[in-house]
């Protein structure tokens, strides 16, 4: 069996390739697609119901969607005997198609790609030329060009047009390096008509045209680019495309030297033992200046052996800013400023051996070197003395390895990214970066998408990309790439993704990958624990509520939210609280659905509500409007996670906040969740006391047949486990409904019934006999209502409820002040009014 996708969907089976077993139907299409290019991995059922029908799917979405599998396996099997069942298989949420790596297009794609990426960074550019030339080759179109496309398959087709213009601009790199300028100037004339914007292209074309002697063509080359980034965008060209038009125009014929450049680097060396290999400037470059002056000031002012350490979470742009302090530096180290990336492949970084020995050829040593680590070490010292050399050292993970690296020479300096704080190196000062300002967030994304700052949905994009520096350049790059695509579409895509990490990625923007290898390089204690904190609520925490989530003592929680703000997973401020960066956060709660047991996520989801309803249940100021909206989403969390006693205990200890408050929705939300909670954990006293809760909401709200309904309710569900308090709580509700409806004599009866099976302090018996006095009020008994509310400022004053105590004296000031001209409204309960009817 063999699946093409980069084109038209082909599919090839056992009676060869003359025969098409590709499915007619779009629909059908659609769904093979979408498994296809997420080959391997479980697509859920919303996922493909999203992509077969963006505009609402229809009441029978889930049945037509086990129609189109039925059918997708029957023509599988056909295709290959038995292959639709043993490949396509149902897995939760959804479906799977399992492949062998050579069975998709798009896998093998992938696999090419990578080792010529991995080849061109060796410096094996034969290689990486031959690799991907077989990548390039295996396109046929646009990602399944015949197939429609929904959220999921056009995001797919940015990345992977993306990751194959990449894979172009990087065979192109090598065959340069292979002296191939000749054959390539009708190839990259054609590449440069066909993506007008891309620099790097327009590079290489000047580049071929100059090492053939054409240089007029090549200085014309640049100005036709030039011409056009003026009057569509109103820009210049990129600090890197003016520098290769410098040199050809003053003839600089090291350019005819075949050098061996990283991808994205441009590595010259300049004669007279004064290499620079550098990447080229960013031309998006903004909102730095007060870290990038910082930085330039450590390097060039700094006292001899200082190292500078830019530090900052994945994705903050560490290296930009290392790259531009390096540009901005030259003057200070005449003698070479060398670029090398310690890890050039996500979790393999280079050896001590392997870093010496390309910072030594990046400096222009050709002939034998030394295996040692010390013999190396020796012969980079000898290189540096005398002379002033930056070192640009990026993607640092080990401060022991470090140490190898950095320059003894007076005059030389090392420029290090790295995510954590290398408090144990010697002499280093930090400059850490945070997140972009709102401002300078929105000029990045103009700037990379080409677009003017006004546009007011370029804030939200930015909010939505936590102004994230990666994540802002995958935005832009999606706009750049979709011209028909405003700020807008972006924003609503974004907001409404259910992963926004997956639909931040474009080509080898990989924002998911990059956070994930910060995660991947924590130890598994430390892993947990970020998946665990997800629990919590968005907003910043304490060691307390870590503590809960976590399972651990104070003292230890704090050790351990501390090792994620080390490894910048976690953020904290200067009153010693922290918080998730919003991206990623989205990144833990993924994979603590992913990745931690269905009990450990319930248990800690238990542990966070209880310590909630503690909270609430002590001796502790009311909680604000704000803290109630969070403890309703602890509740939330707690009942996702089936911790259903948990949860109804929280939902209990909420009630009297959110009816102060009259926080009527979230009141609704938090007591229905409870009242889920109390049937699924078989409570019926719960049961008795959420109902009557809502009973309360509803006739606060005046939906007088509802509540009615839910007082009954609640007095069942008490009589059914024998729970003569809570039965009498619901009667005495039952009563209010009684009295909105003039039925007195009924009202008397259930406040009998209530009052004798209350206890006598309890907050339930003040509620009874704040009822009977408003039944005497409403009968003309003002002796009786008088004695009525005396008893329950007692009572109150007893239970030390200063809320209850004032409302009391208030009914009482009302009756003695007024007694011959009774006020328009009633104050029924604290806080509800009635109005009287008129006589």
């Known amino acids: 069996m063999r699946f093409r996708i980069l084109g038209p969907m082909e599919i090839e089976g056992s009676a060869g390739p003359d ?35 963006q505009d609402g799917p229809p009441r029978t979405a889930t049945t ?26 149902t897995r939760q949420p959804g479906y799977v198609l399992r492949l062998e790596p050579d069975q998709l297009d798009l896998t093998r794609f992938e696999a090419l790609h990578a080792s010529g990426r991995r080849a061109l960074e060796a410096g094996d550019f034969a290689q990486a030329s031959a690799l991907q ?31 194959g213009v990449a894979a172009l601009e990087q065979r192109v790199r090598a065959d340069l390096e292979l002296g191939r300028h000749r054959d390539l100037i009708a190839e990259l004339q054609s590449v440069t008509t066909r993506y007008p914007l891309r620099e790097e292209f327009h590079g290489h074309l000047m580049l071929a045209l100059f090492r053939t002697g054409r240089q007029a063509e090549a200085l014309r080359a640049f100005t036709l680019l030039r011409r056009t980034l003026v009057e569509e965008l109103a820009i210049e060209p990129g600090p890197a495309l003016q520098r290769l038009h410098g040199r050809i125009l003053a003839g600089d014929e090291s ?38 002056t910082r930085v330039t000031e450590l390097l060039t002012s700094s006292a001899p052996g200082t190292c500078v350490a830019v530090a900052g979470m994945p994705g903050v742009g560490k290296t930009a800013l290392a790259v531009e302090a390096a540009h901005r530096c030259a003057d200070a180290f005449p003698d070479g400023r060398l670029f090398l990336d310690l890890e050039p492949e996500p979790g393999r970084p280079l050896t001590g051996a392997q870093a010496l020995t390309r910072l030594l050829r990046r400096a222009g040593e050709t002939g034998p070197l030394p295996e040692a680590v010390e013999d190396l070490r020796d012969a980079l010292h000898s290189f540096l003395a005398g002379r002033r050399v930056l070192l640009v050292l990026d993607h640092a993970d080990s401060e022991a390895r470090l140490r190898a690296l950095l320059p003894a020479a007076e005059g030389c300096r090392a420029l290090i990214t790295i995510r954590r704080t290398p408090a144990s190196l010697p002499s280093v000062r930090t400059v850490s970066l945070a997140p972009l300002r709102p401002a300078a967030a929105r000029a990045l994304l103009a700037t990379a998408a080409g677009l003017g700052r006004e546009d007011a ?52 923007l990989d924002v998911h990958g990059v956070l994930s290898a910060a995660y991947a390089a924590v130890p598994a204690r430390q892993q947990r624990s970020f998946r665990l904190l997800a629990l919590l609520p968005d907003a910043p925490f304490g060691t307390g509520a870590a503590a809960a989530v976590l399972g651990v003592g104070a003292e230890e929680a704090g050790h351990r939210v501390e090792a994620l703000v080390d490894a910048r997973l976690l953020e904290a401020d200067a009153e010693g609280r922290y918080r998730f960066h919003r991206l990623l956060r989205l990144l ?69 906040g959110l009816e102060s408050h009259a926080a009527w929705p979230l009141w609704r939300t938090a007591h229905t969740l409870g009242l889920d909670a109390a049937r699924r954990s078989r409570d019926r006293a719960g049961e008795a006391r959420m109902l009557r809760s809502l009973g309360d909401l509803a006739w606060q709200q005046r939906q007088l047949a509802r509540c009615e309904e839910l007082y009954e309710a609640a007095a069942r569900a008490a009589l059914g486990c024998a ?114 009817e008129a006589a």
């Open 19 to 53: 025969v098409s077993y590709t499915p007619r139907a779009a629909k059908l299409r659609v769904v093979l697609g979408a498994l296809l290019v997420r080959s391997g991995e479980v697509v859920s059922v919303e996922a493909l119901t999203d992509e077969l029908w």
């Open 723 to 836: 729970d003569g308090h809570e039965h009498g709580r619901a009667l005495v509700g039952l009563v209010d409904v009684r009295l909105d409806a003039g039925a007195y004599d009924e009202a008397g009866t259930l406040l009998d019934t209530a009052l004798g099976s209350l206890p006598d302090r309890s907050p339930a018996r003040f509620d009874a006999l704040r009822a009977g006095a408003l039944l005497a009020l409403d009968q003309g008994d003002e002796a009786t209502a008088t004695a009525r509310f005396t008893a329950c400022r007692d009572l109150a004053t007893a239970l030390r409820d200063r809320r209850l105590e004032a409302y009391a004296r208030r009914c009482l000031r009302r009756l003695t002040d007024t007694p011959d001209d009774p006020d328009p409204a009633v104050e029924v309960r604290p806080g509800v009014w009635r109005l009287r």
């Open 588 to 656: 833990a709660a993924e994979l603590l659905a992913r990745h931690e047991p269905e009990d450990s996520a319930r248990d800690a989801a238990g542990r966070l509500a209880e310590a909630h309803a503690g909270t609430l249940a002590a001796a502790a100021p009311a909680p604000s409007g704000a803290e109630l909206a969070g403890q309703v989403e602890v509740l939330r969390t707690a009942h996702a996670h089936g911790a259903w006693p948990s949860a109804l205990r929280l939902a209990d200890a909420l009630s009297g």
């Open 255 to 292: 350019l005819l030297v075949e050098e061996a450049a990283r991808p994205g680097a441009v590595t010259v060396s300049a004669g007279g033992g004064r290499p620079v290999a550098l990447p080229a400037a960013d031309p998006a470059f903004t909102g730095r200046e007060d870290e990038l």
């Open 64 to 89: 037509t969607l086990q129609v189109y599998i039925s059918q997708l396996r029957k023509q599988l099997d056909a295709a290959g005997d038995g292959f639709g069942r043993q490949a396509l298989v």
């Open 133 to 163: 030339r077989r990548a390039i080759e295996l396109w046929r179109g646009p990602l399944l060009s015949d197939t429609p496309h929904g959220p999921a398959l056009g995001a797919a087709a940015v990345r992977l047009d993306e990751a």
């Open 457 to 508: 949905a370029l804030t939200e994009v930015a909010e939505l990309c936590g102004r994230l520096p990666l994540a802002l350049r995958a935005a832009a790059a999606q706009l750049a790439a979709r011209p028909h695509w405003t700020p807008r579409t972006l924003a609503d895509r974004l907001r409404g993704a259910r992963d926004r990490l997956a639909a931040l990625g474009v080509g080898e």
